[in-house]
């Protein structure tokens, strides 16, 4: 397991072509996985879906390098865009839990796949 002390927090959004007008977001790598949460898109004034029937979603990537961008370094790493997991969420709430909720699974994979490859 990758102790909670080993996971890397950001407070940028992580994916979604919209994520700089939603409201929400939690963005984790535990790993070599990137856990990004966005959400509360508001537009025109009105809570907006983004996606079929949810208002909040997580999304798990492989995380790729960290930004080196000169006029950020934030550390948060790239990814491909190819998502290998997701949930969508009706509330903050649900999102907040959903996220903690990925990010112990991914912290449980990683090391179970560690442990498979030196068998």
Not at 50 to 62: A, K
Not at 66 to 86: R, Y
């Amino acid at each position: 397991m990758i102790p909670i002390e080993d996971w890397k927090w950001f407070g940028l959004p992580g994916h979604l072509c919209i994520a700089s007008e939603c409201r929400f977001h939690m963005v984790t790598q535990v790993g070599k996985y990137l856990i990004s949460t966005i959400g509360e898109y508001v537009y025109k004034g009105k809570r907006t879906e983004i996606g079929l029937d949810r208002y909040l979603e997580t999304m798990v990537f492989i995380a790729g390098k960290p930004c080196k961008n000169k006029g950020c370094l934030c550390g948060m790493p790239e990814t491909s865009g190819e998502e290998i997991d997701d949930q969508g969420y009706k509330t903050a709430g649900e999102a907040q839990v959903g996220h903690m909720k990925l990010c112990w699974e991914y912290a449980n994979r990683e090391t179970l796949e560690t442990e498979k490859d030196k068998t």
